[in-house]
Every structure is written in C-alpha cells, then in structure tokens.
C-alpha cells in the first residue's frame, strides 16, 4: 500500500476554506484515495474518496492531481465543529481492513 | 440509537484480569472489525471479520481474541490483560464492494481501557 504523508498540524480561520494536503507519491493505478475524520476521540467518520476524477459531496471536495502524486481535502466553509484530525489513505480497492489509519493532520478551526 | 453500539464505554481494570468488549450493530452489514488507538497515534487493527464463521487476525491480535456471536454481534477479549493493553477501543463495521473502492467504515464511540 502506498504511503500516505501529512502535516501534523493545521489551523484555519473559521468560514473560510480548509485545506488539507496528502502526499501520495508512491501510490499505484488501483489504489483509492480515502478521507476520514476523528472528532476528539469519537470514532472515525468517512468524508469522501476517489480514484481519479475529483469528487465532491455535502461534506467536502477531493482534488486529486493529475499524476495521482497528491491530493486535497477542502472542507468550503470550515466551522469550529470541523475541528478533527483528519486521516488520508491510500489503499488499493477491495476489503476495508486494508485501510491503514496513520497520524493524520490535527486541524483547528478557530473562531 | 447508534448504528453500532460498543459496551462498555469506559473500564478499568487490573493486570490479569479477563476483560470482554462487546460490540452490536444495525447496519445489516457482514463485516466487522476491532481496532487500538493509542495517545497520538492511528488506528491499529486487531481483528476482521467477514461473516460469523470468517474471522482473521490483523495488525496486532496477539492477547487479544474475538468471538462473532451473530452478524450483529463481534466481541473482544482480552483473557488476560496488561497495563499495555490499556487504550481506546474501537469497532467497526463496513459493507464490502467487490471490484470497487473498500466499503465505508462506520466506527462505534469507542470503550477506553485502563489496565492497572
């Protein structure tokens, strides 16, 4: 599975954009793209994934770059209830127990 | 309620004592997991299972076993805990699309362990 690396940290100003970056340099033709969030110490919460094309649903957008090398996580119109630390996986398609969970980016919305 | 239910929520308990953590849910769906969080850190797996009579080891099973009762129901023991078993516990269940993106995990609130 492909190597997933995010900053540790972020912090974004409450109703502007939030956005997340994942380097992917390593990933492979098969391999999706996933997002997840985990609000102090719920469990985890999908956001959205893609393979390719650029998704988007009610809760964010996924850009993910033309090389497939990086992506981004944009959360429109952050609110401090956005504030999470965000998991960026790369895993190829099939069974969910090959997601592998790393750090992940601590973001803070603030007022 | 909770499409997936973990219990109990908090425990604490002593070294080699016999911890059990149970898990249900509504989701209707085959697979289940268990997954560790330690301070700062991922998500570990523990153990998958694909249905009741399918249950696999993953990342770091070792002390740990699992029972899968019913579709619904996957539980968690610990025969004999440790205090570094002492963590956030999380279940997990998911559906499974063949040929396609790995299914959406929903994930329960969590047990948080103390092993004194």
């Known amino acids: 599975d492909a190597k997933t690396t995010q900053p540790p940290s972020m912090d974004c100003a409450e109703g502007r954009a939030a956005n997340l970056p994942c380097n992917h340099s390593t990933i492979s033709g098969n391999e999706y793209v996933y997002w997840y969030r985990q609000i102090h110490s719920q469990g985890p919460q999908y956001i959205i994934h893609?393979?390719?094309n650029n998704e988007t649903n009610e809760m964010a957008s996924l850009i993910i770059t033309e090389d497939r090398k990086s992506s981004t996580l944009i959360l429109p119109h952050a609110t401090l209830r956005d504030t999470a630390v965000y998991y960026c996986i790369a895993s190829p398609q099939g069974g969910s127990e090959k997601l592998v969970f790393g750090k992940g980016t601590k973001l803070t919305v603030n007022p | 309620d909770a499409d997936v239910t973990q219990t109990p929520r908090n425990r604490i308990t002593k070294t080699g004592k016999r911890i059990m953590l149970e898990c249900s849910q509504t989701k209707g769906h085959d697979r289940m997991y268990w997954y560790r969080q330690d301070p700062g850190l991922g998500l570990r797996l523990i153990y998958y299972s694909f249905d009741v009579k399918d249950i696999n080891k993953g990342e770091i099973s070792d002390g740990y076993s699992v029972s899968r009762q019913a579709q619904a129901k996957f539980s968690l023991s610990l025969e004999s805990a440790i205090p570094n078993q002492t963590a956030l516990y999380f279940c997990?269940?998911?559906?499974?699309?063949?040929?396609?993106?790995?299914?959406?995990?929903?994930f329960g609130e969590g047990s948080r362990l103390t092993v004194l």
């Open positions: 997990a269940t998911s559906d499974y699309r063949p040929g396609g993106a790995a299914g959406e995990l929903f």
């Open positions: 893609g393979l390719k």
